[in-house]
Nanobody, 124 residues
Framework: QLQLVESGGGLVQPGGSLRLSCAAS????????IGWFRQAPGKEREGVSC????????KYADSVKGRFTISRDNAENTVYLHLNSLKPEDTGIYYC?????????????????WGQGTQVTVSS
């Protein structure tokens, strides 16, 4: 069964950090671009970041540039999203997604596989 599983969410104070993980099972991520998305209560889902299949390039939403970093470890079949300098507006459910695609990643592409999400809450 092809599956993506996110982990690492939690409650953190403003200015804090978290590391989210997106682990794949049933397939290898080598040839897949990976994206991270989030959805806050009452808002539409938005693209946060993506990384190309072999990690050569990454993109970030303007709202997280300089604070979030995406990375991948193909040997571990896992992609990470490092969240730093967190703000209350970063609160939401974070999802990872995968698409079999080479070249530059595009957040607006049609993503094939989705995880179930992990909750991130930034509050004092």
């Amino acid at each position: 069964q092809l599956q993506l599983v996110e982990s690492g969410g939690g409650l953190v104070q403003p200015g804090g950090s978290l590391r989210l993980s997106c682990a794949a099972s049933g397939f290898t991520l080598d040839y897949y671009a990976i994206g991270w998305f989030r959805q806050a209560p009452g808002k539409e889902r938005e693209g946060v970041s993506c990384i190309s299949s072999f990690g050569g390039s990454a993109k970030y939403a303007d709202s997280v540039k300089g604070r979030f970093t995406i990375s991948r470890d193909n040997a571990e079949n896992t992609v990470y999203l490092h969240l730093n300098s967190l703000k209350p507006e970063d609160t939401g459910i974070y999802y990872c997604a995968a698409v079999n695609q080479l070249g530059l990643c595009v957040l607006s592409t049609t993503w094939t596989y989705w995880g179930q999400g992990t909750q991130v809450t930034v509050s004092s």
